[in-house]
């Protein structure tokens, strides 16, 4: 390998930040920014599951925390790996590392590092002008770092007699062995199972995901996209692709993100409307309640106020009135958090929070607000499935 090695630690996919509660596409990061910006400087790009023992802390990974000459990590959304994969960075080498984050996302120590960056992320998205900004910024420090390693870890700076480990050449490169190609790296696959998702292959979208999970194994990012593939297929039924769904999404031990809800609302929610059995509606308004009552995120709560509204078309008498002003009220609330947030600097997924608008208010029958926030979200140029999405969605409001 004669170019230098920037070997680069981070979480993969989309991951929520704990304080912010937003969803960051890392892997957009990765693709945009990172990689663009150090091979533009010059240097070979190895991400961590472009090793041979793909997406695990292995020698391979402590290995070329050792070897490589310049380490980028990026700690946003306080991805735990990323974050212990930096220590032992700075255990082993004195210099040659950038730290970098997404700017709203806060950090619960002061690294105080100089060589760090900060970019603006969209959520699902990085605009075309902060990503250029910023691999100009990253590619001008990564050469400065290769020009002039001075010290950057804080072990060595504050207890600058500490002796760094000795590895020889000869055993590093026996550790490391052969990089695979890209083919089956887990950025790859999991840039193919969205191509596919895209293409409306579910079923091909859903072996993917599968083998992305055994690769990295407890991130639920991927057994929620595996669930979701799963439902959508409708094989060899709708009913038994939601049923496999849900055995799927019940893997995730620990549930108590919205993202998780979401889909498992989603889930109930099509059993309902397949079987007609109102127990699949209580769990599904269940399941998005308790993503709502998280971070009252306006998608989870329009899904919530959503299978309110259903409820309250199929009960009679008190309960019918109370589902119907619960789903008023929260629709109503709705429309304020996507108002407030529509005033912010460069929002994020306008698209969908104009569609939220028009169904909201088409759901308060106040249909001149509705009707405006649907030329709105058809003036995003949204594809035909989020046409149809918004469309069955603003189909039972109508009626």
Known sequence: MEKKVCFVVMGFGKKKDPDTNRTIDLDATYKKIIKPAI??????????????????????????????DVVIADISTFNPNAIYELGVRHT?????????????????????????????????????????????QLRDIIK??????????????????????????????????ELKNNEDTIYALTERAKEMMDAKDFCSAEKLWEKLGTKAENDKYYIQQQALCRYKSEVPTKLRALTDALSIIEKIGNQSDTETYGI????????????????YLDSAIESYKKGWSLHEYYYTGENYANCMYMRAMVLDGELKIHSKMEAKLTFEKIIRIVLKSLEEDDPEEVMWKYATLSNSYLALKQYDDAKKYENMFREQNPSQWQIETFEKTKQLYSE
């Open 39 to 68: 091979e533009s400087a010059g240097c070979k790009c190895i991400r961590a599951d472009e090793i041979i023992e793909s997406g695990i802390i292995d020698k391979s990974m402590y290995a070329l925390l050792y070897y490589a």
């Open 92 to 136: 082993l080498r004195p210099f040659s590392t950038i730290i970098i984050k997404e700017d709203e996302g806060k950090i619960p120590f002061d690294i105080g590092h100089d060589r760090m960056i900060s970019y603006k992320h969209l959520g699902n998205e990085i605009s075309e002008q902060e990503a250029k900004k910023c691999v100009s």
């Open 144 to 177: 400065s770092v290769v020009a002039d390693p001075r010290v950057d870890s804080p072990l060595y700076t504050y207890i600058p007699k500490t002796e760094q480990p000795k590895i020889s050449d000869e055993e590093i490169q026996c550790i490391i062995g």
């Open 264 to 279: 498992k609302g989603a889930i109930y929610k099509r059993l309902w409307e397949e079987t007609k059995d109102n127990s």
